[in-house]
């Protein structure tokens, strides 16, 4: 009887065994790939973790690489073309540049097959995922995670202990140099101890912008390069007359510092110009800090970018229909967006989400900081669309062979604006004529 009893029980045993297997056979597996800091891959697992319980017949599996190899092993993976290796869903920047190389898979059908609303994405962001044929005809490739457009922060102690009064909404240029010159520390040797402002040289053309300049007459069909124009070149001189006078740091040394978290962290620097993938960074350091808006000129606009890294689909992916459910539940209120925007690192590109509780708190639930959580939505109300973000995929030549390496020489010092950037303009322009020509 007993080895009967033994025997039934094995039978058991291997049923649920074989039953189990079953089971993870029958699940669909989405590979899903993206980049991020340790503390956004954390973000990120609890976002696999919570699709994966709401839909357990689909595995996530995480491809994370860090920014510096990101792209460059995509690339290598495109280019020997085995679909199995590649992402079914991946985070990409900007995506028209890839829908061009043909490796994205279009998400307009999609959108259409399911009745997925876009009309909740902030005015403009989902330019920065689509396309248009001659016809007019609208191609959507990706979707934007987050509007990733920059506020001021800024360091309580530093400005208490300078006495210095807490920047406001309403902030000007002005404003920011007369605070500058306070909160600079130049020791007797000539070394500054503490920059008033650490902002990437990358991010210039906000200031640009501001100003009423530009970068190209249109960044999605452009025929002429506008930073030679008076306002583009007096907005460079700016940014690079605050580097010059020891106001703002480098942008080759702020790299070289571990970026702009790293310094505003450390108080070498008592502002940074950057979104919202740095709150959760700062919140958990316990740093005294809050933002505004990114200060104007007195006759300027608000340009902050309407657009962000996008989720993307694989042209190669073999389960497209399992990938499309992964992606449009992390393009969701009570999906990804919900989580991210619980995280404090991003302002969600959905403009409920962002205008919810879950960013914005309430006097019964308090947001973490930063407190004036309103910034970012000033900010996303005047977001330009178009303006600083290019549409078109000939963009990274034309900005890494005749842009980049010029404003690199102002932001080190080596070159004068005025009498750079006509010249980068000639070649720029060169450059239209012969694409619009082809």
């Given at each position: 009887?007993?080895?009967?009893?033994?025997?039934?029980?094995?039978?058991?045993?291997?049923?649920?065994?074989?039953?189990?297997?079953?089971?993870?056979?029958?699940?669909?597996?989405?590979?899903?790939?993206?980049?991020?800091?340790?503390?956004?891959a954390?973000?990120?697992?609890?976002?696999?973790?919570?699709?994966?319980?709401?839909?357990?017949?689909?595995?996530?599996?995480?491809?994370?690489?860090?920014?510096?190899?990101?792209?460059?092993?995509?690339?290598?993976?495109?280019?020997?073309?085995?679909?199995?290796?590649?992402?079914?869903?991946?985070?990409?920047?900007?995506?028209?540049?890839?829908?061009?190389?043909?490796?994205?898979?279009?998400?307009?059908?999609?959108?259409?097959?399911?009745?997925?609303?876009?009309?909740?994405?902030?005015?403009?962001?989902?330019?920065?995922?689509?396309?248009?044929?001659?016809?007019?005809?609208?191609?959507?490739?990706?979707?934007?995670?987050?509007?990733?457009?920059?506020?001021?922060?800024?360091?309580?102690?530093?400005?208490?202990?300078?006495?210095?009064?807490?920047?406001?909404?309403?902030?000007?240029?002005?404003?920011?140099?007369?605070?500058?010159?306070?909160?600079?520390?130049?020791?007797?040797?000539g070394?500054?101890?503490?920059?008033?402002?650490?902002?990437?040289?990358?991010?210039?053309?906000?200031?640009?912008?501001?100003?009423?300049?530009?970068?190209?007459?249109?960044?999605?069909?452009?025929?002429?390069?506008?930073?030679?124009?008076?306002?583009s070149?007096?907005?460079?001189?700016?940014?690079?007359?605050?580097?010059?006078?020891?106001?703002?740091m480098?942008?080759?040394?702020?790299?070289?510092?571990?970026?702009?978290?790293?310094?505003?962290?450390s108080?070498?620097?008592?502002?940074?110009?950057?979104?919202?993938?740095?709150?959760?960074?700062?919140?958990?350091?316990?740093?005294?800090?809050?933002?505004?808006?990114?200060?104007?000129?007195?006759?300027?606009?608000?340009a902050?970018?309407?657009?962000?890294?996008?989720?993307t689909?694989?042209?190669?992916?073999?389960?497209?229909?399992?990938?499309?459910?992964?992606?449009?539940?992390?393009?969701?209120?009570?999906?990804?967006?919900?989580?991210?925007?619980?995280?404090?690192?991003?302002?969600?590109?959905?403009?409920?989400?962002?205008?919810?509780?879950?960013?914005?708190?309430?006097?019964?639930?308090?947001?973490?900081?930063?407190?004036?959580?309103?910034?970012?939505?000033?900010?996303?109300?005047?977001?330009?669309?178009?303006?600083?973000?290019?549409?078109?995929?000939?963009?990274?030549?034309?900005?890494?062979?005749?842009i980049?390496?010029?404003?690199?020489?102002?932001?080190?010092?080596?070159?004068?604006?005025?009498?750079?950037?006509?010249g980068?303009?000639?070649?720029?322009?060169?450059y239209?004529?012969?694409?619009?020509?082809?």
């Amino acid at each position: 009887m007993q080895h009967k009893l033994v025997r039934v029980l094995m039978v058991v045993v291997l049923l649920a065994m074989f039953s189990s297997l079953a089971a993870a056979q029958d699940k669909a597996v989405v590979t899903w790939g993206f980049w991020g800091s340790p503390e956004e891959a954390a973000t990120h697992t609890s976002v696999a973790e919570a699709f994966m319980e709401a839909n357990p017949d689909i595995e996530i599996e995480i491809w994370h690489q860090p920014w510096s190899d990101y792209f460059t092993s995509l690339d290598t993976l495109w280019a020997a073309g085995d679909g199995a290796l590649i992402p079914d869903v991946l985070f990409l920047s900007p995506p028209i540049r890839y829908a061009a190389r043909g490796v994205l898979e279009e998400l307009t059908p999609y959108i259409e097959a399911n009745d997925y609303d876009i009309s909740d994405f902030w005015p403009g962001l989902l330019e920065y995922g689509t396309t248009y044929d001659e016809d007019g005809t609208r191609r959507i490739w990706g979707f934007p995670r987050d509007i990733g457009l920059e506020v001021l922060y800024y360091n309580r102690e530093i400005f208490d202990e300078v006495g210095v009064a807490y920047p406001t909404d309403d902030w000007t240029w002005d404003d920011l140099l007369a605070a500058a010159e306070q909160l600079t520390v130049v020791e007797s040797t000539g070394r500054v101890s503490r920059y008033a402002l650490g902002m990437e040289g990358g991010k210039f053309a906000l200031f640009v912008l501001q100003n009423n300049g530009g970068l190209l007459d249109d960044m999605r069909n452009p025929t002429q390069c506008l930073l030679d124009s008076p306002e583009s070149i007096a907005a460079v001189e700016f940014f690079a007359g605050m580097m010059d006078n020891n106001h703002a740091m480098r942008s080759a040394n702020l790299g070289q510092a571990g970026g702009d978290a790293a310094v505003f962290q450390s108080g070498q620097v008592a502002m940074i110009i950057q979104n919202a993938s740095r709150v959760s960074a700062f919140n958990a350091a316990g740093m005294n800090y809050d933002v505004v808006p990114v200060p104007i000129p007195a006759d300027g606009q608000r340009a902050a970018a309407a657009g962000g890294a996008a989720w993307t689909m694989s042209a190669l992916s073999d389960d497209k229909e399992s990938a499309w459910t992964f992606l449009s539940w992390l393009q969701s209120t009570d999906g990804g967006q919900g989580i991210y925007t619980a995280s404090g690192e991003i302002l969600p590109a959905l403009e409920s989400t962002a205008l919810s509780e879950a960013f914005l708190g309430s006097e019964e639930n308090p947001a973490d900081p930063p407190d004036n959580r309103m910034a970012f939505i000033i900010e996303g109300r005047n977001a330009k669309p178009g303006g600083r973000i290019a549409y078109f995929p000939e963009w990274g030549e034309i900005n890494g062979n005749y842009i980049r390496p010029v404003m690199n020489q102002i932001w080190a010092g080596e070159a004068v604006p005025a009498e750079v950037l006509p010249g980068v303009c000639d070649d720029v322009d060169a450059y239209l004529a012969d694409m619009n020509a082809g």
